[in-house]
């Protein structure tokens, strides 16, 4: 079942990883090399089964495929998930014998921070391999990378409202924001600032009186966000919220947010939003900031060079926009299609990736 999942979608490579000492159950998915090493995040979730841990690792992991390669990175789609709960089951043995894991594959994958990790746990993989970004700002790298990811999605948010109302400002205009993390919580800081009326949920109640404390914004329940009258629906959270139940629900004329699949299932959701009229404004693309801004720390890390690029989202989704229309396909599509002709025409002229100097043969 695994070998034909693989084979379907390209997959290079998948690691199991286990440590008896630490506890460490991990999975690490390289989706496709051919723009160069695989980078993408690791995320540590309570997950119920090992199936629904490995399902995860590979959606994910080709996503970073599509949302690098779409962002004009050299860069493969990778990712990793342990099997754990991050608020109790973390250790420095744990993220160290992860990092001996990484730094097994030579180079094909560089791992960095997700869900339920943080700079801190990149430290200790860091003790391990040099093949880890997001780090701290003391080894010379950029630190949380979620005030980057703010900025990325701020900036697609505003070409989502050039494209929906005429005008990319965003003053006065209503955005309901599903989860209050780091990332929506800077999200929602550039927002108030340029005058935006903001609508905020978590199942964290902290983090909702944060939000209603520094922003005024109201605060709804968790359920009751898609029922909220908005001009653009921020989802920030877990992904598979776009779905069978809660699109007809969403009374919004935009999505635009930084969680990542946020369609449960890309055809039949990507098409009922737009069927509502609604328009969707792809999550990688939208949510690429992070990467953008990690990604530039493998060429000694400029923070204005990285913010520049990182601005360019709000050209990127445009494009995205132009596609759709021109072809007569949803946003969702319009992006796959345009990250994916840019892997195709790659594939022409670079094999996958193999650091040669690394290799037995360089060594003989």
């Not at 079942?1 to 999975?27: N, P, T, W």
């Not at 780091?182 to 550039?190: D, G, K, P, S």
Request: net charge negative; aromatic share 6%; with cysteine.
């Amino acid at each position: 079942m695994l070998f034909e999942r693989m084979e379907k979608y390209d997959y290079e490579q998948v690691v199991f990883c286990h440590d008896k000492v630490s506890g460490l159950k991990a999975i690490i998915a390289i989706h496709d090399t051919t723009l160069g090493p695989a980078l993408g995040g690791c995320r540590m979730w309570p997950y119920e089964t090992e199936e629904e841990a490995l399902e995860d690792v590979l959606r994910l992991a080709r996503g970073m495929t599509h949302k690098n390669a779409a962002a004009g990175l050299n860069l493969g789609g990778g990712k990793t998930v342990i099997i754990g709960d991050p608020r109790k089951d973390k250790s420095e043995a744990m993220f160290r014998a992860l990092g001996r894991y990484v730094e097994s594959l030579n180079g094909r994958y560089i791992i960095a921070e997700d869900v339920g990790t943080t700079v801190s746990d990149m430290d200790m993989i860091h003790e391990e391999t040099d093949y880890v970004t997001g780090i701290s700002e003391s080894y010379g790298s950029s630190g949380n990378p979620s005030p980057m990811t703010a900025l990325g999605v701020y900036s697609a948010m505003k070409r989502t409202a050039l494209e929906a109302f005429g005008t990319d400002s965003l003053d006065g205009k209503t955005i309901s924001v599903q989860g209050v993390g780091n990332v929506a919580y800077a999200l929602c800081e550039l927002l108030h600032n340029e005058g935006s009326k903001l609508v905020v949920t978590d199942i964290n109640q902290e983090a909702v009186n944060r939000a209603v404390e520094a922003f005024g914004a109201k605060a709804v329940a968790p359920d009751e966000v898609y029922d909220a009258e908005a001009d653009i629906f921020a989802p920030c959270a877990l992904g598979g919220i776009l779905n069978d139940t809660t699109i007809p629900r969403l009374r919004v004329a935009a999505i635009c947010g930084s969680a990542n699949n946020q369609l449960l299932q890309t055809d039949r959701h990507g098409e009922m939003v737009a069927d509502r009229g609604i328009l969707y404004a792809p999550d990688y693309i939208v949510n690429a900031g992070g990467v953008i801004n990690v990604a530039d720390e493998l060429s000694s890390y400029n923070e204005d060079r990285a913010q520049h690029k990182i601005k360019e989202i709000y050209g990127q989704i445009g494009k995205v926009f132009e596609i759709a229309k021109a072809e007569g396909m949803t946003p969702a599509h319009a992006a796959n299609r345009m990250a994916e002709n840019r892997i195709q025409s790659m594939r022409h002229v670079k094999s996958s990736f193999l650091r040669t100097e690394n290799s037995l043969l360089s060594r003989r």
